[in-house]
């Protein structure tokens, strides 16, 4: 998302990028591999690596190279010491995770905020201006203390043209998606047993496609699929929107794709409340929305 922002600014602004980074003791356990399941190693930075290396990208690791008049990120889960003093512009990075004991707990005693993960989104209040998916979403993040003033409404790209998937070549058509989560290997409880069957019992004699999700271990993941759904289909990577695009129904936990799937109008089988989900549905604006957010950046950059 932000690499089509900064296609945005081109001509008004030279652009770098950095796979996200910490400090300190999370920096120490991230350079000895002892945090793949997050963002900072493992397959998400390896993919972080890939992306950059393969589109050419200018990359200022850490951002040391440099003094920077902007910053945009995809998180504020935590901030890099580095950044701190920038001027920041924070973009929602897509679904949130719902406010449950983590997210209470971490409040109440003031613990880092990533420990509640993607339900604490917003509220480093590090930044300027905080671009968020839809007025649902700016409603969302005003009720847990986040200054409205500092929000604007400028869609996700991404989520922002989704009528656009329905002409897709993915070739099946008629069927329930599954989509699966990484939350096991992000040390959160899942009874993955129960959703497959859970997606077998609302495909009810429909065809079944499970899309795995990339962090997560898939050699597990299809064992227990071949156990319990055999006739599944199964995808390791391919495109998740059009695969929501040609589905009748998806089924999900938390993830991003029911973003998809509620703009498209499926039928959604979540642990999301579908009154909520409805509110929460992004902007559709034809694709405009990293043009919106470039202007964002422009009136950070200039006032």
Not at 74 to 82: A, E, F
Not at 250 to 277: F, I, Q
Request: hydrophobic share 40%; with cysteine.
């Amino acid at each position: 998302m932000l690499c089509r922002v900064a296609e945005e600014l081109r001509g008004d602004a030279d652009s770098f990028f950095t796979p996200f980074y910490a400090d300190g003791l999370l920096r120490w356990l991230a350079e000895r591999g002892r945090l793949a399941f997050t963002i900072l190693g493992g397959q998400a930075r390896r993919r972080s690596d890939e992306h950059a290396a393969r589109l050419g990208m200018p990359v200022d690791a850490r951002g040391e190279a440099r003094e920077y008049d902007l910053v945009l990120l995809g998180t504020d889960l935590l901030v890099p010491l580095n950044l701190t003093s920038r001027r920041i512009v924070l973009v929602q990075e897509g679904m949130t995770d719902p406010e449950d004991w983590r997210y209470h707990l971490v409040r109440r005693l003031g613990l880092p905020r990533y420990l509640a993960n993607t339900s604490m989104t917003g509220l480093s209040h590090a930044y300027r201006r905080f671009c968020v998916a839809s007025e649902g979403y700016r409603e969302l993040f005003a009720g847990k203390g986040v200054a409205r003033e500092r929000m604007v409404v400028t869609g996700l790209p991404g989520f922002d043209d989704v009528a656009a998937a329905e002409r897709n070549d993915f070739p099946h058509r008629g069927y329930v998606l599954a989509a699966t989560s990484c939350l096991r290997e992000t040390l959160k409880p899942e009874d993955r047993r129960e959703f497959i069957r859970r997606a077998v019992r609302v495909a009810a004699g429909r065809p079944l496609v499970f899309k795995l999700h990339p962090n997560e271990r898939h050699a597990r993941a299809r064992r227990e699929i071949e156990r319990d759904a055999p006739q599944a289909l199964v995808f390791d990577d391919g495109n998740t929107l059009h695969m929501v695009a040609n589905c009748e129904a998806l089924v999900t936990r938390y993830s991003t794709v029911v973003l998809w799937a509620v703009a498209l109008g499926k039928e959604v089988h979540s642990d999301v409340d579908p009154a909520l989900l409805a509110r929460l549905s992004p902007l559709q604006n034809g694709g405009t929305s990293s043009r919106r957010i470039a202007d964002v950046c422009r009136e950070v950059l200039w006032n």
